[in-house]
């Protein structure tokens, strides 16, 4: 009996994981089935898909009591506790399935997202790094490590796995936008050492112009870019930034000022070059107004 493949993405929203498969494989290293197993679990299997928990529950309670302690019956026990919201009682199935078949992926990953659930975040991490590595190309494995690294508020470890996912669904929005919730905690986070390492930094303040540049605060932006380039005169790409916002707002002589300034400091830039070939076209030509020359000098 091979086991059903149900696809995580067709499941309620409100249900963590589910199903990743609806029973674990026959197929045991450490003993053999017993003959009836098959027939015993198949309408259980069934009630499960269905979403029929109380008749699946039945069927498995039943198995396991006439001597079916087999990783199949545990593991979907765990399913259903866990679709239950009953992560202690999902956690200890799901043991029980892995003590028996520890292999078994899927087995590993519902066992991290119960983990996950209760608080206990370094056992979710240490389980869903061994789901990933049993199944590397499931999606949902590295989704969960993901979302664990985040409740560890290990920013960068989370924003990895999510790359990994870009990199194997490239047209999945979600995913995508996943990762961009990622790395904007990343960047918090990367602000938030910098403040307690050092308040005065010039990177902090570059960091918020960036920030204020993003949510098209450009006043905030430039005063914060300011900031920076007076702590630190010699920092690259802030007075790039101040000259970009200088020229948006049509000051154009302070802004190839700035923008000398960012030449000076990094000659081969060729964002500068381009910003100040920019400049330099936006500028008004001043006409000599001939009123104003005395006569003889005409």
């Known amino acids: 009996m091979q086991p059903p493949n149900v696809s995580l993405k067709c499941l309620p929203s409100h249900h963590l994981l589910l199903l990743f498969l609806c029973a674990a494989t026959l197929c045991c290293a450490q003993e053999n089935p017993l003959p009836s197993l098959e027939t015993q679990v198949a309408p ?6 269905s979403g029929d928990l109380d008749t699946a ?3 498995f309670a039943n198995a396991l009591q006439h001597g079916a302690k087999h990783p199949l019956v545990y593991h979907n026990l765990g399913v259903i506790a866990q679709m239950r919201n009953l992560h202690v009682e999902a956690i200890q199935r799901f043991h029980e399935a892995l003590a028996l078949q520890p292999a078994y992926g899927p087995s590993r990953l519902l066992l991290g997202a119960s983990l996950l659930a209760v608080g206990r975040h370094t056992e979710a991490v240490h389980e869903l790094e061994r789901a990933v590595k049993l199944m590397p190309e499931q999606p949902q494995a590295r989704l969960q490590l993901a979302k ?8 960068l470890s989370a924003a990895q796995q999510l790359q990994k996912l870009i990199e194997m669904a490239p047209h999945d929005p979600e ?16 602000y938030q050492q910098i403040a307690r390492i050092d308040a005065k930094s010039p990177r902090l303040q570059q960091g918020l112009g960036e920030e204020y540049l993003a949510q098209q605060k450009y ?25 970009a916002i200088l020229l948006e707002q049509k000051k154009y002589d302070q802004a190839l000022a700035e923008i000398d300034a960012e030449l000076k400091l ?4 060729k964002a500068a070059a381009e910003l100040k070939a920019k400049i330099e076209d936006a500028k008004p030509v001043q006409r000599l107004d001939w009123r104003a020359v005395p006569k003889e000098k005409r």
Do not use: C, T
């Open 175 to 190: 995913y995508a936008y996943q990762m961009g919730k990622a790395w904007m905690r990343l960047s918090g986070w990367s």
């Open 148 to 155: 664990a690294y985040e409740a560890s508020e290990n920013w």
């Open 57 to 59: 529950e039945r069927i």
């Open 44 to 49: 259980g299997i069934e009630a499960l898909k």
């Open 219 to 243: 006043d905030l932006a430039l005063v914060a870019f300011q900031r920076a380039a007076e702590a630190d005169p010699k920092l690259p790409e802030v007075h790039l930034a101040i000259s």
């Open 266 to 269: 990094v000659p081969q830039s």
